[in-house]
């Protein structure tokens, strides 16, 4: 996050608190669950996504104390360690959760594990069973630091209440700062319950262990400048690092000056406008043909804010080979971690792009843009979302419902302004297909840990951080049923998240990858699924359902429309759809499944019908075989 | 593959010890030897890991050590000019028999007997991670009962220190603070 945004976060202190950050009152004794709350106040937060228990009681009590706190009671803790990591995402500001010991603990992990992998600064508070009772395997007790160590940046085991005040302060400077990440607090029952004099540290945070970078060393710039003064054919390749560091102005000004295009991670969505002539979308397994195509071509590649996925890199062995590559991040461990690069530069990325800036001078090279648009135009053809009225790709099955042409439309019909938080799946890479994004922090999905049932409840939180917004829950009919639930929590507190149910009654993208490479044995991927409709209006939501595409529009707007708490539109789509482009997982990255161009598709669906023709003649008892054939044949595969 | 030498300065805060350990686990990285003890500072340890690997792998170490926040310091002293020791106890069979020649290698490679038995000798043997390995080849025939290597610990030499001057320990936490395990 930018340090404007750390400013704001300490500005937005509350005036209620009884140690104003400046210092100068009184020290006064309070509870371990008051300095608690106290601690909160003081970095800026005003909203707490929990769930009551045993060992972290004290703390409930204490919150009745502190109405400037608004706790969120979720109907599960995964529900709240991820609205606090939607709730991070959408504003770059901490979010927090809070869960009693061993369950209640235990839940939280996956939004934990996720936040970790996406680095977003949430801090997590477990109550812990007294201290004494610590290593007696007492009830409902876990070794919850153990169990979280290697999924947060850091984490703590308050042992005394002396303590407690440093250990908050310094759990919401580590989460936020750097590379930004998941920090746990653990606090026995009885530090909570304990009395002390409570004064609020004002002296900097010394922490002799950590210190992030800012500025990148000149003689690293200069030797990054040369390689861009001297590349024919450059790309960018912009992460999620560019709108937490906020530099996003800064990466538009390099990109235009030194006429680079850029391609985007998952989550570099946002990073520029994908309106933006330079942005050429997404990279990766099921990025743009001409984006990764480009990518291999190259001969510098400028990854800024990304760490080299094997979803964006696919082979290491044979990625961007013939390029010089330069790699800006922030954490110094992601420098040569999967990919050697020629130049890496370890700073803040406003910092080091500012630095860039001044010095940077490259001459255009219009024939590396008009390859790309060769690649950009063969992937035109085989479009298959089109304008209702254009002729269709003739891929499209008639009459059917694409969830590809669901988020189009949502895009079109949102004008493109929402903030929208997706789950995993197929839907999640439609969403990243064809939902265009133009601002930082509006599009949240789960990229690095790709966790079913992040959608609703990271939503609810998104929208609650900024309630200004318009927030979209994109989700699955499989990961949706992993955390409806939350369902309740968006009804309690009217929070006003619209759910766009993408069900294609099966968990899509394995059954992709059943029908790719496993030869189309569909095991435990069909779904029996509730009639979601019915399912939100047991908990008073209004709902619609979609099956053509003619409906959306409609849909769309009567969602909008409402305002006082969720609602949900279940969108019956086509059960077969793949994802293209795709490459498969260790593939090349220009070694992709397409979908074929129309001339393409008619000529295999000839040759099909020829081939048929003669198997009948031959035998009869081909039948099986052949039906599946023609179902994986649908779409051209 | 090279040996390589890292020594970190961590502070003394409780879990430390398991975070670099579940750092080696977690990326596997094969350590040859760990050795953690106190330092002239009461607030800090100092761990000695020994890896065989390349460079590269080393500085991946390195890089991940520092993401750690109790880690204060690390340094790759294999790049260093710097004293390297190791300790091992050896318990020898050793009976009126043969101890004599054992007691000869022993003078020899300057380590000392430090307990004697009818049927063995404990040997204390101190030096280069070569002089206990050959130590060791010589005396397997009397037989070795049994032995402990302490792994290796090493300094800089001269003004080569590993830095610690922006530490200053926490008012509050000194008095939470344990040791690293
Ligand atoms: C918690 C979890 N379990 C399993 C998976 C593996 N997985 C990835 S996508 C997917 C299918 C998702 O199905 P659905 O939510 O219906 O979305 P669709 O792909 O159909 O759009 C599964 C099971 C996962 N990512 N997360
Ligand atoms: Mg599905």
Not at chain 1, 225 to 247: N, Q, V
Not at chain 1, 464 to 479: L, N, T
Not at chain 1, 619 to 625: F, G, N
Not at chain 2, 102 to 117: G, H, K, Y
């Amino acid at each position: 996050m930018s340090d404007e945004d750390a400013a704001t976060n300490r500005e937005a202190v509350n005036p209620e608190a009884v140690n104003p950050p400046d210092g100068g009152a009184d020290a006064v004794v309070l509870t371990g669950a008051e300095i608690v709350c106290e601690c909160l106040l003081h970095e800026g937060v005003d909203i707490v996504f929990g769930y009551p228990g045993g060992a972290i009681l004290p703390t409930y009590d204490a919150l009745t104390k502190y109405p400037q706190l608004h706790h969120v009671l979720t109907r599960h803790e995964q529900g709240a360690s991820h609205m606090a990591d939607g709730y991070a995402r959408a504003t770059g500001k901490v979010g927090v959760a809070m869960a009693t010991s061993g369950p209640g603990a235990t839940n939280l992990v996956t939004g934990i594990a996720t936040a970790m992998m996406d680095s977003s600064p949430i801090v997590c508070i477990t109550g812990q069973v007294p201290t004494g009772a610590i290593g007696s395997d007492a009830f409902q007790e876990t070794d919850v630091t153990g169990i979280t160590l290697p999924i947060t940046k850091h984490n703590y085991l308050v042992t005394s209440i002396d303590e407690l005040p440093e250990v908050m302060r310094e759990a919401f400077h580590i989460a936020r700062t750097g590379r930004p990440g998941p920090v746990l607090v653990d606090i026995p029952k009885d530090v909570q319950i304990q009395e002390a004099e409570f004064v609020y540290p004002t002296e900097p945070i010394q922490l002799a262990g950590y210190s992030p970078p800012k500025t990148a060393r000149a003689r690293q710039v200069a030797a990054a400048l040369e390689l861009i003064r001297k590349s024919k054919r450059p790309i960018i390749l912009a992460g999620h690092g560019i709108s937490m560091a906020g530099a996003n102005e800064e990466l538009a000004q390099l990109a235009e000056k030194a006429q680079i295009p850029i391609a985007l991670t998952l989550l570099g969505k946002g990073a520029i406008s994908e309106q933006h002539p330079l942005c050429l979308g997404m990279m990766g397994m099921h990025g743009g043909a001409e984006v990764n195509h480009a990518i291999q071509q190259a001969d510098l590649l400028i990854a800024l804010g990304m760490r080299f996925d094997d979803r964006v890199t696919g082979n290491l062995a044979t990625y961007a080979r013939g390029s010089r590559k330069i790699h800006v991040d922030i954490d110094p461990s992601e420098i040569n971690k999967n990919v050697t690069v020629d130049v890496g530069i370890v700073g803040d990325l406003g910092e080091v792009l500012r630095q860039l800036l001044d010095r940077v001078e490259r001459r255009p090279n219009k024939a590396w843009f008009d390859r790309i648009a060769e690649w950009r135009a063969d992937s035109e053809l085989r479009e298959i979302v089109r304008p209702a009225e254009a002729p269709q790709h003739p891929a499209v099955p008639e009459g059917k419902l694409l969830g590809a042409q669901v988020i189009r439309d949502l895009f079109e019909f949102t004008a493109g302004g929402a903030i929208t938080v997706t789950d995993v799946g197929q839907h999640q890479m439609w969403e990243a297909q064809y939902y265009q994004h133009e601002r930082p922090h509006s599009l949240i999905t789960s990229g690095g840990l790709g966790t079913m049932g992040f959608g609703l409840p990271a939503a609810i939180g998104a929208k609650m951080s900024r309630p200004d917004q318009e927030v979209w829950a994109i989700v699955g009919d499989g990961g949706f049923q992993m955390t409806m639930m939350e369902l309740a929590t968006a009804v309690q507190e009217r929070v006003n998240v619209h759910i766009a149910i993408i069900n294609n009654g099966f968990l899509g993208m394995v059954r992709q990858w059943q029908e790719f490479f496993y030869e189309e044995r569909y095991n435990q991927t069909p779904m029996v699924n509730p009639d979601f409709c019915k399912l939100a209006e047991a908990y008073g939501i209004p709902t619609v359902r979609v099956t053509e595409r003619g409906q959306i529009e409609e849909a769309v707007n009567a969602s909008r429309a409402q305002t006082g708490g969720p609602t949900l539109i279940d969108f019956v789509v086509e059960k077969e759809e793949i994802v293209f482009p795709m490459v498969p997982a260790g593939a090349d990255l220009d070694d992709m499944i397409r979908r074929p161009t129309p001339a393409e598709f008619e000529r295999q669906q000839r040759e099909r019908a020829a081939a048929a023709e003669v198997a009948e003649a031959e035998t009869t008892e081909l039948e099986a075989p052949a039906a599946a054939a023609a179902l994986g044949s649908r779409f051209g595969v | 593959m090279a040996k390589h030498i890292l020594a970190a300065l961590v502070e003394n805060r409780p879990g430390v010890l398991a975070r670099v350990a579940n750092l080696f686990r977690r990326r596997s990285f094969n350590i040859d030897s760990l050795s953690v003890g106190r330092t002239q500072r009461d607030e800090m340890s100092r761990m000695t890991i020994v890896m065989e690997s390349d460079s590269a792998e080393a500085d991946r170490l390195v890089k991940n050590l520092y993401k750690l926040v109790d880690v204060v310091h690390v340094d790759h002293l294999h790049s260093q000019p710097s004293v390297v020791r190791e300790m091992a106890l050896v318990k020898v069979r050793a009976t009126s028999d043969n101890r004599r020649e054992v007691i000869q290698l022993c003078d020899i490679f300057r380590a000392r007997i430090i307990d004697v038995s009818a049927e063995s000798l404990v040997v204390e043997i101190t030096g280069e991670e070569e002089k206990l390995e050959n130590f060791t080849e010589l005396v397997r025939p009397f037989g070795i009962v049994e032995m402990v290597r302490t792994g290796m610990i090493a300094l800089g030499r001269g003004g080569h220190t590993l830095k610690d001057e922006g530490f200053k320990p926490n008012r509050s936490r000194a008095a939470a603070r344990s040791n690293v395990l």
